[in-house]
Every structure is written in C-alpha cells, then in structure tokens.
Nanobody, 124 residues
Framework: QVQFVESGGGLVQAGGSLRLSCAAP?????????FGWYRQAPGKQRDLVAR???????DYSDSVKGRFTISRDNAKNMVFLQMDSLKPEDTAVYYC?????????????????WGRGIQVTVSS
C-alpha cells in the first residue's frame, strides 16, 4: 500500500508562511514521477493546487499562483510546498500524491492511496 506522510502544517496568521513536506514511499520510479499537492477545506472537494513534473516543471491553480512554490528532492523521495502570503481561504487539510495518466492524451490523476494529510489554518 502506497503511503504518503505529510508534515509541516499548523496555525499561522494571514500574511505568514509555512513549508509543507511530503515523504513519498520509496519506489524506484520517484525521479520519473509527477507529484501534486492537494487541499480540502471543510465541506468542499479535494482540489489540486500545485503539480511538479519529473523535469522540475511546475504549474499551479490560479488561487495560489505567485504565492506557493512546489519543489522536490529526488535523492530523498521528498516533495515540498512553500506557502507564502497565506490567506484565511488557504485553510484546509493538505495532501500530496503521485499523479499518473494512462495515455499521453489522458489527464493526470492522483493515486488511490492517500496519506492522512496535514492541517493548515490561517487566521485573519
């Protein structure tokens, strides 16, 4: 069973910063994999906020673009999310996961196994 372990969350004031870490399961394909950070606020669906490809290319949802930075350390099987200029609307449980697609034309989708996630709370 694939198991991701997220850490680094907590309570922060609006305008502050947090750095989330994700320990990915050891697998030989890590450096080739695509990873994403998701978040889920109470009563809402889980949404992708940042994605990093195997070459280091990144993309972000409009809601976090310019404030969040995703990165990876292939040697340590780790994925990170630097969150700056945090807003109360960033409050959510954050998760990481590997993204895969069945064909080159298919969308990337998260794996079926999720970690526990990590709570991020931003006070106004």
């Amino acid at each position: 069973q694939v198991q991701f372990v997220e850490s680094g969350g907590g309570l922060v004031q609006a305008g502050g910063s947090l750095r989330l870490s994700c320990a990915a399961p050891r697998r030989g394909t890590f450096s080739f994999d695509v990873f994403g950070w998701y978040r889920q606020a109470p009563g809402k669906q889980r949404d992708l906020v940042a994605r990093i490809y195997n070459g280091g290319t990144t993309d972000y949802s409009d809601s976090v673009k310019g404030r969040f930075t995703i990165s990876r350390d292939n040697a340590k099987n780790m994925v990170f999310l630097q969150m700056d200029s945090l807003k109360p609307e960033d409050t959510a449980v954050y998760y990481c996961n590997v993204l895969t697609r069945t064909t080159l034309l298919s969308p990337y989708l998260p794996g079926s196994d999720w970690g526990r996630g990590i709570q991020v709370t931003v006070s106004s």
